[in-house]
C-alpha cells in the first residue's frame, strides 16, 4: 500500500483535501487560500503572518504558493504533529488546549491546521 502511494505521487486523501482547499482550481494553494480554509474550519480569522508561517515551511520551490507536491510533505508534517497531540490528548477528547502546544510558534498553526483536517475528515 505504502508503495503504490508512491508510485502515485499524490496521495487520493492528499489530493482531495488540496483540491477542497484549492477554491479557483488553480493547481497552488495561495496565502488567501489557505487562509480562508482555516477561518472556515475555526469561524475565526488566522493572522497573515501565521498562513505566511505555514507556506513558508512548505513552499520549498519558494513559489509562494503550495502546490500538491509541497502540500503532502504539509500533509506528512500534520500527521506527525498529529501523532504528537495524541500522546498529549490524556482524557481521549480528540481535541489538546492550545496553552499546551504554545512553546513553539508553529504549533499554533499545526494545530490549527490540526483541527481544520479534523473537522475536515472526521479522523480521530
Ligand atoms: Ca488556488
Ligand atoms: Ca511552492
Redesign the pocket.
Known amino acids: 500500500m505504502q508503495s503504490q502511494e508512491y508510485n502515485q505521487g499524490v496521495q487520493a486523501e492528499v489530493q482531495q483535501l488540496f483540491t477542497h482547499v484549492?477554491?479557483?482550481?488553480?493547481?497552488?494553494?495561495?496565502q488567501r487560500?489557505l487562509q480562508a480554509a482555516l477561518i472556515t474550519a475555526q469561524g475565526s480569522n488566522f493572522s497573515d503572518t501565521a498562513c505566511n508561517l505555514m507556506i513558508s515551511m512548505f513552499d520549498h520551490d519558494r513559489s509562494g504558493?503550495i502546490d500538491v507536491h509541497e502540500f503532502q510533505l504539509l500533509y506528512s508534517y500534520i500527521n506527525q504533529w498529529l501523532a504528537v497531540f495524541r500522546s498529549c490528548d490524556k482524557d481521549q477528547t480528540g481535541h489538546i488546549e492550545e496553552g499546551e502546544l504554545s512553546h513553539e510558534p508553529q504549533a499554533d498553526v499545526c494545530g490549527s491546521v490540526y483541527r481544520y483536517l479534523c473537522a475536515d475528515t472526521e479522523v480521530h
Not at 22 to 30: F, H, N, Q, T, Y
Open positions: 484549492d477554491k479557483d482550481r488553480s493547481g497552488k494553494i495561495s487560500e504558493t
